[in-house]
């Protein structure tokens, strides 16, 4: 399944009976807090410096 996009190649599974392979989750996800926190800092710098 090389060059098939994650959403994709789980919901090909899932509808093959397999179970995913990737756990999507949303932004806003508690699991995330660290990521979205980096994400913000990185935009905040790209405001400041244009």
Do not use: Y
């Amino acid at each position: 399944m090389a060059g098939v996009p994650l959403r994709e190649r789980n919901r090909l599974l899932v509808a093959a009976g397999h179970a995913p392979v990737v756990r999507v989750r949303p932004l806003e996800d508690p699991h995330l807090a660290s990521a979205r926190n980096v994400l913000e800092q990185i935009l905040r710098g790209h405001r400041r410096s244009t």
